[in-house]
């Protein structure tokens, strides 16, 4: 058997590229792939930003580079010591090994978990799953916290979606297109503001304030107690810094990738003085777990992917599948990539 899976062999230039499937330790899965999510931490990979950067992922570090993580399909073949899965099983996980973009893939079975019959593996996209439920997980919101998102893609919406089963008084969400800020609030987001008309730190501030509300008072003592940060600009982690709650070490979580630009937060910092908290797959306390409660909350429908999941492309179209994700015209929030159209378990929209 071949594998067919996309690799990145310079900036910018993915290539399809055959070899056969390797031995399987005893731990592991082979699992042929039904979709891959396209994720926007790659896109500085995929421009050849990272790469002989000290500290960079093994996925990334030189050419070439595996992308794609978001896998979910059926197992076809196990290591000998595999127990907790059968051939058929539908699954998905933390796939870090090898390339997502690919008719298989090999993965440890302690990272995978079985898809519920209920949940199409279109949307069944672990990974990223895992990610919103660690970041929530991190910020330990409370009942009646007031929670900001900056930023309106596909990770904030999800993040929206979990934080509304928390009973908070205010989850606020800032971004600039108006088709994904109606998404939020119906996904729970109380309020939204659309950054694009709108100062985003003196609306929330209004908000907040109330009738109490005056932009002359500038030793300002109101905040939300955990913003997350999704838009993976320094400006947008300052504004996030700019409304915590001071002194009452409010949480920022830092979810995105930041480029390399002056780290310019300042006295946001020092007066204010929010506990900043990375929450990336890394920093989880238990992958598995984190994994197995996102499973559950897509089974119970709290994501809504029908609403988040927008676009499928075929693997030979991955270029335009980066395209489409880097542009985010046409109502894109999420896009997946499958092997072929004919693996698809819904009507997501199919651009060839």
């Not at 606020?172 to 297109?177: A, F, L, N, S």
């Not at 109606?182 to 694009?196: D, R």
């Not at 676009?311 to 985010?328: K, P, Q, T, V």
């Amino acid at each position: 058997m071949k594998i067919t899976e996309a690799i990145l062999t310079g900036p910018n230039t993915i290539e399809l590229q055959n070899h056969d499937v390797p031995l399987l330790n005893d731990d592991e899965l082979l699992v042929e792939v039904s979709v891959c999510g396209v994720c926007s931490s790659e896109f500085p990979v995929l421009r050849g930003e990272v790469q002989g950067k000290c500290g960079v992922s093994f996925r990334y570090a030189d050419y070439p580079c595996f992308l794609g993580h978001e896998v979910s399909g059926v197992v076809v073949d196990k290591g000998t010591a595999v127990s907790q899965f059968n051939i058929g099983d539908r699954v998905t996980g933390v796939a870090y090994e090898g390339s997502g973009f690919a008719t298989h893939v090999v993965a440890p079975a302690s990272m995978m978990v079985k898809v519920a019959d209920n949940i199409p593996l279109d949307y069944a996209l672990g990974e990223p799953v895992m990610a919103v439920m660690n970041a929530v997980r991190m910020a330990e919101p409370e009942l009646g916290d007031q929670a900001l998102l900056v930023g309106d893609g596909f990770m904030s919406l999800m993040t929206v979606a979990a934080l509304s089963q928390y009973g908070l008084k205010n989850i606020i969400v800032t971004g600039h297109h108006a088709e994904r800020l109606s998404i939020a609030k119906a996904l729970g987001a109380t309020t939204v503001v659309n950054s694009k008309d709108t100062d985003a730190y003196w609306a929330v501030r209004e908000l907040l304030d109330g009738d109490d509300f005056d932009r002359n008072v500038t030793l300002w003592k109101n905040g939300v107690d955990i913003a997350f940060e999704y838009a993976g600009k320094m400006e947008t982690l300052q504004l996030c810094a700019s409304l915590c709650k001071p002194k009452q070490r409010a949480k920022l979580m830092m979810t995105s990738f930041y480029p390399e630009e002056p780290f310019t937060l300042g006295h946001y910092l020092i007066n204010r003085a929010p506990s900043l908290v990375p929450s990336f797959p890394a920093h989880s306390k238990d992958v598995l777990d984190d994994l197995d409660r996102g499973m559950w909350a897509l089974e119970q429908g709290t994501f809504q992917m029908d609403k988040l999941v927008t676009h499928a492309f075929e693997l030979n179209n991955i270029d335009a599948a980066m395209a489409y994700a880097s542009g985010r015209t046409d109502g894109y929030i999420k896009g997946i990539v499958t092997p072929s159209f004919d693996k698809l378990e819904t009507n997501v929209r199919q651009v060839s």
